[in-house]
């Protein structure tokens, strides 16, 4: 720098030449770490579209089967079993399957009240019986369509190849199996709704009247300041604590209660406590703090001459509370909750801890049923080395991420609508 | 017509409103139903309290029943560099070093990239161009972390594996786990350090930028030491948030506790340790199950500690300006 009392004494362009080029390299140094800056956002934007991409590439492509029993073989008079009536379709399956199986069938519904199409999967499910020898991602499926049809061909000589979408209306209603062809998330889309609701009539009473406690009522001493350190620390203990807190508590201390033989309505196989109920409560307990920190926001912005006018008019702490205070931050509240719920459905590591059941295909029938739920399904499918169970995964990743979605937008939906009124 | 103005006649007297053959009574009435509401707002207030208190006596409990186990002590428990509960050695190190090398590696990811990320969205990009990226990383936070550990081990695994050689890195590893933990955990650090960013004034950029500096000085050398106490914060919880992490660890690092500090090779972390063996039926007092509980404890210590530290760091070190 130069002083001004010397401007003479150096010449004036060498200075400004110097500066010109130290002002030029700050310059660059600005604009390369702008570039810096632009990639780092550019590549958590990358990940979540390589993320998504890969799911979708997953959930669609080419599938290569190979039928137990040649579908022309069991052709009658020369009618393809596409075209048989149904009688007929009833004598294959009873003349190919054991008289257990078909009695079971049977048993589970007359063979004269199913439709023709139902006996028709029947007879492809049991007789033909297409096994899954390999797949491939969309992505192959469509830009390298020749090659995949050529390395069939080579490799699995005996097998024909379909397009298949893993994720169709057939997999959202048809309950688990151990075929992934058959396979659906119809049991763990019910087992989640009823985790859910579980969770939401414990966890939303709970924490908002927390939320309404420390706002509206707690005087600030040692006690109340505990409990909010205790909350924003609760907000913080990793889920799976929770999942080990629920086994403790839940699951084996009040196994009589949760698993329902306590009121004797227990299905006996249950007895052990890891019932929908102690999934609920444990996803309650964990989504508490979330709850009550949002809903302490929503509260705070109330004004206070809100409640000054209404305690000037003589109202009770209460009537203050209830019909002036609480109905103008019931919209932040409720997004909160939805934000809270959301990240309850996507709870994997506790309900696993809890004792999620790994395989059952009935429908669960009330709280005290065993329980499994989406992400515990697409866990389980991940974890299983066959490639085709990663496909029916990711078909199940689409469904769960539909359904966040779902809720989400319907919590900025609800922030619209009543923030514009308010 | 008459003169005299009509004066509606009074039917009822003050005396017969009020009630003045008794005093008026100004105290409040006593009212059941609100203390019956005010005791389930006392309930609910003392609840949280109680979830602790339960969290702490559980694992304790557990644990202590795990330490009071014969050949195992605390020691062995933190010095033991081998987990074989067939061979009945229970020593952390192997679970530790696991958590360690994953959440480093998590860290290595997303602390760097996500304060990169904070410093654009709070200083450079427009409002518009905010208003698109933050719902984006917000969908990145929102995504069950299931999901990332499917991504880990179908993308990030065969990624490495053919960048690095399919000899290097194996097909469970913890690298794959950590990378795909710092990207769930950058838009934790990218929200709390934007937060922290933008609440410092702008009195400070303007007088930086008065004085002639360019923007990345004022953002690097004002702004950035200006949200210091909250980038700090975001670090610690991001490190807390990463070591309690379960899921990833558990689909991709691998299964069955290896103690080493090569990323690429397969090791277990102490929340996969406990998913791993919690997940089969555990029978109930089986050394297993209380040495998950031992687990868990020094778990919750650990992310109890972390939590608190932060908080601290933003309570001592923030800069407040009037």
Redesign the interface.
Known sequence: MTGPSQPEAIPGETISLQESRRLAK??K??RA??V??????M???I??A??LL??ID?SFGYVAFENEVDPQSLAVDGVLIEDLPKEALVQILQDNISVGVFRRLESEKPFNERSRSDVYDLVVQRVVEPKVVHTWPLSVSLLQRSSVLAEAGEKYPEAYITFVSWIDPQFVTSPQSSDPVLAGVRTAILGSLWTIMITILIAFP?GV??A???QE??HDNRI?R??Q??????A??????????G???FV?SLGAITSGSAFGVGDPSTANGRTILSAGLTLA?LI??VI?INGQEAIRAVPASLRQASYGLGA???QTVWHHVLPNPIPGILTGAILAI??A?????PL??V?AS?FITFDPTGPFAKFTTL?IQ??QW??RPQPEF?NI??AA?LV??IL?LSL?ASAVLLRNRFSRRI | MTNQIQIPVQTRSIAQVFDIEKPLDLRSRRRFNEIIIQGFLYFCGGFSILTTLGIVYELGKEALLFFRTGGVNLLKFFTGTRWQPQAFEFGILPLATATLVTTAIAMLIALPLGLCVAIYLSEYASPRKRSILKPILEILAGIPTVVYGYFALTFMTPFLRSLFGRDVVEIYNTASAGIVMGILILPLITSMSEDALSAVPRSLREAAYGLGATRLETAVKIVVPAALSGIAAAFIIGISRAIGETMIVALAAGAGPNFTFNPFQPAETMTGHIVRISGGDISYDSIDYNSIFAIGLLLFFMTLGLNLISQRIVRRFREVYE
């Open positions: 700050r310059h140094m600005g770490w702008y810096l800056f632009q990639a780092a956002t590549v958590g934007i990940a979540l390589t993320l890969k799911i997953q709970l009247g927390t309404i406690y420390l009522y707690a109340n505990l409990i350190t205790n909350i924003n620390n609760l913080g203990v990793p889920s799976i604590i929770y999942g080990m807190l086994l403790a508590i084996r307990l508490l703090p009550i009770t702490r209460w959301s990240r459905i996507g709870e994997t590591a696993v801890v004792g790994t992400p697409i866990y991940t974890s990663r995964a990711a990743i769960l991420l966040l989400n």
